[in-house]
């Protein structure tokens, strides 16, 4: 079946601009995380979402940096003016529930580029 | 001290090599361990996954875990080409909110044919 769906694949902007990166998870999948991969710094988890319960917060940088789930599904992670720092590989990853073997499924993550 | 530490490599070994690839973590609430897998441009992929102290085996891989010195490993018999990739150790708590992964930085490993 379909894996985790990423988009856009690349995107570049220019510092001080907005961008919104998009993730369908796998259908069925009630937890959805947001992580960033930057060079050499391995993957910082910025937000959780489990089912109807308020998400976890606590990984998001700065207030630049906002997510929503909307319908218990689609997510969407903005950053609001951009800065040349947030140039990083964003991947999102769901799984079926929260529980230690239900595995985590990534996308393949949407490459931002800040000039 | 970060919360997980990696060997930052690059590891370039023979084909048929035994990789051993290691983490260690200053955590003790941790008693989940994953390692994931990630090919160039592509996203993590689940490997293998341990909970609690103890071996797990899955066909050339095998993951250990030692709680008692906040250590696992990953080894890797006879080592192809394709196993040439990025791999990341990553940990948790437990469930619900305490689910989220604690990641190393990875290795990236490159067996030579």
């Known amino acids: 079946g379909a894996g985790v769906s990423q988009s856009p694949s690349n995107k570049v902007t220019e510092k001080g601009k907005d961008v919104e990166l998009r993730c369908d998870p796998i259908?069925?999948?009630?937890?959805l995380y947001w992580y960033r991969q930057s060079l050499g710094q391995g993957l910082e988890f910025l937000i959780y979402f489990q089912g109807n319960s308020a998400p976890d917060k606590s990984g998001l940088p700065s207030d630049r940096f906002s997510a929503e789930r909307t319908g218990g599904s689609v997510s969407t992670l903005t950053i609001q003016r951009t800065q040349q720092e947030d140039s990083a590989v964003y991947l999102c990853?769901?799984?079926?529930?929260?529980?230690?073997?239900?595995?985590?499924?990534f996308g393949n993550g949407t490459r931002l580029t800040v000039t | 001290q970060k919360e997980v530490e990696q060997d930052p490599g690059p590891l370039s070994v023979p084909e048929g090599a035994i990789v051993s690839l290691n983490c260690t973590y200053s955590?003790?609430?941790?008693?989940?361990f994953m390692w994931y897998r990630q090919y160039s441009r592509k996203g993590p992929e689940l490997l293998m996954y341990?909970?609690?102290?103890g071996n797990k085996e899955d066909g050339r891989f095998t993951a250990q875990v030692d709680k008692s010195s906040k250590y696992i490993s990953l080894f890797i018999r006879d080592s192809q080409p394709s196993d040439s990739a990025t791999y990341l150790c990553a940990m948790s708590a437990g469930r619900g909110a305490n689910s989220k992964l604690t990641f190393g930085k990875g290795i990236t490993l490159s067996v030579r044919p």
């Open positions: 990853a769901s799984r079926y529930d929260s529980s230690y073997n239900s595995p985590l499924h």
């Open positions: 955590n003790s609430a941790f008693q989940y």
């Open positions: 341990t909970y609690s102290s």
């Open positions: 259908s069925g999948h009630t937890a």
